[in-house]
Nanobody, 128 residues
Framework: QVQLVESGGGLVQAGGSLRLSCAASGRTFSRHVMGWFRQAPGKEREFVAAISGSGFSTYYADSVKDRFTISRDNAKNTVYLQMNSLKPEDTAVYYC?????????????????????WGKGTLVTVSS
């Protein structure tokens, strides 16, 4: 069992930056693929970014590529999402997730199959 707690959400102006953090419990953190997803009001939850257990491999949704960076610190059981050049359309509840399966380079894979464990989310609001 893995418990995930997100933090770092808030209100930011368009063009600004935020860094989300996700603290994970358990001794097997480094064995899990970690991901960030988001759900905007009235929309389905969508994949944002994923990182392999080692941290060497990352994958991003096209909508955030070159603006967001996912990273992890296995010594601290924490995964991060650095969000730059934020846009109003980035407004959403952001969820941290963990999965025991292999790392995949496919948004449709993550959107279809989801992840094993989920946090409760943190709200990011980008004003225009």
């Amino acid at each position: 069992q893995v418990q995930l707690v997100e933090s770092g959400g808030g209100l930011v102006q368009a063009g600004g930056s935020l860094r989300l953090s996700c603290a994970a419990s358990g001794r097997t953190f480094s064995r899990h693929v970690m991901g960030w997803f988001r759900q905007a009001p009235g929309k389905e939850r969508e994949f944002v970014a994923a990182i392999s257990g080692s941290g060497f491999s990352t994958y991003y949704a096209d909508s955030v590529k070159d603006r967001f960076t996912i990273s992890r610190d296995n010594a601290k059981n924490t995964v991060y999402l650095q969000m730059n050049s934020l846009k109003p359309e980035d407004t959403a509840v952001y969820y941290c997730a963990a999965d025991q399966n292999s790392f995949a380079r496919s948004s449709s894979y993550y959107n279809s199959y989801g992840m094993d464990y989920w946090g409760k989310g943190t709200l990011v609001t980008v004003s225009s």
